[in-house]
């Protein structure tokens, strides 16, 4: 199933222009145009999925074994040593192209691209009941 109002969907099919770096039968790797660093790359499904919600179990095992071909890639040639695999999964949790994808981000020390995020300690206290709910 492909989108044609979907930028990913358009890459996967060639109608738009991409930077492939890694492509099998089921996903398919390239540049992102808005990088934050330098090799930069999104790795998507060539299956149109909205997020990981919406995604079969088999699928996203197809997605990781392209991630860890992208950072071996790049490993090898380009001696990457630091990586950051990201993925937001719905609009709350700032999702901006409703095609499943996952970021793979080059990193070294001190290139300023740290997550800041804020901790919340005081739900410590409520992890059984947490637990209880998921069982």
Not at 11 to 23: A, D, L, M, N
């Amino acid at each position: 199933m492909v989108s044609d109002d979907c930028v990913f969907c358009r890459i996967v099919s060639g109608q738009e222009r991409s930077w492939k770096v890694y492509e099998d039968g089921r996903t398919l790797a390239f540049f992102d145009v808005n990088p934050v660093s330098e090799y930069h790359n999104l790795v998507v499904p060539k299956r149109h999925f909205t997020n990981i919600f919406d995604v079969p179990a088999t699928q996203w095992t197809a997605l990781s074994r392209a991630v860890k071909a992208v950072v071996d890639r790049l490993a090898e040639k380009v001696e990457l040593r630091h990586v950051q695999i990201l993925n937001s999964s719905g609009a709350a949790a700032q999702q901006d192209v409703f095609h499943l994808h996952l970021h793979v981000v080059p990193r070294r020390l001190d290139d300023g691209l740290d997550i800041d995020r804020a901790t919340h300690p005081e739900w410590r206290g409520h992890f059984d009941a947490l637990v209880g709910r998921l069982t």
